[in-house]
């Protein structure tokens, strides 16, 4: 949540969840093809779900999902949660994204990820998250990411004008 005395000027702070998933996930062609689904979107923290699909399954001997869709969700996750926490609106990119795989997900369960980003400096930002597939005391991986900061937006990306 931002500070009392700050100055909310970043237009993310007053999405809903669903025009999140517009602005976050829909207008992304990958995130989009994936089914990412914005539960909650807060300054700092997003949730959000990757269903199970058939068609990510990456071993179909288990049924178990591809780790390339689990790490688009986690690093969609992570830059969300920067963006959500900036005082400011700006661009960002993945610098560095660590995701310790614990275990596979089980397979026909949705898998879910808590993107927190926990520090932002001048040009950098940082940002933990977890994914489970059900149970939040049995975690399937964790993550550790930086993302580099750029110049501040103009375009508020919730204007009705803007085309995405």
Not at 8 to 34: E, F, G, K, V, Y
Not at 129 to 157: C, Q, S, Y
């Amino acid at each position: 949540m931002p500070p009392e005395s700050a100055i909310a000027t970043n237009p993310l702070w007053r999405l809903t969840p669903q025009q999140a998933q517009h602005i976050m996930i829909d207008s992304i062609p990958q995130s989009h093809a994936l089914g990412l689904q914005v539960l909650e979107f807060a300054p700092g923290r997003v949730v959000v779900d990757l269903p199970y699909d058939a068609r990510l399954v990456g071993d179909p001997d288990t049924g178990v999902l591809h780790g390339g869709a689990i790490t688009t969700l986690v690093d969609g996750s992570c830059g969300a949660a920067v963006m959500s926490a900036l005082r400011t609106l700006r661009r960002c990119a993945t610098v560095d994204l660590r995701i310790d795989y614990l275990r596979a997900a089980r397979p026909h369960r949705t898998v879910r990820c808590i993107a927190e980003c926990y520090r932002v400096t001048h040009e950098i930002a940082f940002v933990r998250a977890t994914a489970h597939d059900g149970d939040p005391a049995d975690l399937l991986a964790n993550a550790a990411g930086t993302f580099v900061l750029f110049e501040e937006l103009t375009e508020d990306p919730a204007s009705p004008e803007r085309t995405v």
